[in-house]
Antibody, heavy 123, light 107 residues
């Protein structure tokens, strides 16, 4: 089965660091772009950035550049989202998602989604 | 950044109704427009990609249209399972943006 499985919910304090992960299976992880999407409580979807695990080419939304780091470990088919110093405003559900591709042609939509990781930042 | 504006924000409809949601881009995005359905507590689900291509296993009552800056998602006969929030999403130059969402409610 093609799937993305994310790490579990996190509760952290402001100023703490955090890395959450997204593990792919059932497909060749290194040949698909993997994106991260934020959804704050009761709000809409925000694209944060995207990585190509094959060569770690990474692009960020201007809104998130410098605020988070996206990385990948292709040896374990995992994409990661990292914060060095969390803020209360980082409280949100975070989704990873695979960019749809057919015959090597990227179709610019996200066809497989992880189940989401809820991050709560509170003192 | 390209901005996406969805309308309406909320839509009240009945089972069997035909409904249309509109998404406008602040500049031309060719056909790089996707539509998603999201239910409470669940991840989004891809419905339509490249403006009008139906994702595998998505019912044919869903259809997408448009190009350039104006796009539509139509549900031809609303079913009980379709009450959810719908998002459009654009792509341009390694940047993606979502619309603010349209909540489809039971009338």
């Amino acid at each position: 089965e093609v799937q993305l499985v994310q790490s579990g919910a996190e509760v952290k304090k402001p100023g703490e660091s955090l890395q959450i992960s997204c593990k792919g299976s059932g497909f060749t992880f290194t040949t698909y772009w993997i994106a991260w999407v934020r959804q704050m409580p009761g709000k809409g979807l925000e694209w944060m950035g995207i990585i190509y695990p094959g060569d770690s080419d990474t692009r960020y939304s201007p809104s998130f550049q410098g605020q988070v780091t996206i990385s990948a470990d292709k040896s374990i088919s995992s994409a990661n989202l990292q914060w060095s110093s969390l803020k209360a405003s980082d409280t949100a559900m975070y989704y990873c998602a695979r960019q749809k591709s057919r015959d090597g042609y990227n179709l610019r939509a996200f066809d497989i989604w992880g189940q989401g990781t809820m991050v709560t930042v509170s003192s | 950044d390209i901005q996406m504006t969805q309308s309406p924000s909320t839509l009240s409809a009945s089972v069997g109704d035909r409904i249309t949601i509109t998404c406008r881009a602040s500049q031309s995005i060719s056909s790089w427009l996707a539509w998603y359905q999201q239910k409470p507590g669940k991840a989004p689900k891809l419905l339509i990609y490249k403006a009008s291509s139906l994702e595998s296993e998505v019912p044919s009552r869903f259809s997408g249209g448009g190009s350039g800056t104006e796009f539509t998602l139509t549900i031809s006969s609303l079913q009980p399972d379709d009450f959810a929030t719908y998002y459009c999403q654009q792509y341009n130059s390694y940047s993606w943006t979502f619309g603010q969402g349209t909540k489809v409610e039971i009338k």
